[in-house]
């Protein structure tokens, strides 16, 4: 990889890790414009199946957001747009505390698109 891009992926990846660590986060994606993700934390975690189904939400919208929640009896799930092709997306637990979430993450996607 050359210097820069390897530079950019740690960025990126030290974002995605500063959003894990807030409280209740379960897990952190990237998502492309393929409805797939670029990147997401832990490793551990089957996202693909979350990412498909908020694509699948998102497309049933007329315009695009540029943030969602979505909240069941067992998790929450919120997306902040990056840029036209990508957004961040993250699980946590119901008594996650939705407006801190919602500011890093708005933060998050305004520092990942400084790197594109």
Known sequence: MMPCLVLHWFM?????????????VEWVALVGPDALPIDFTPKSKVVEAAVSMWFGLDSLLEDVPVRMLLRTSEALMLAHRVDENRLLLIQSGVGANVGALRSVLENAAGRIVDLA
């Open 12 to 24: 990126r990846t030290r974002l995605m890790q500063d959003l894990l660590g807030q409280d209740e």
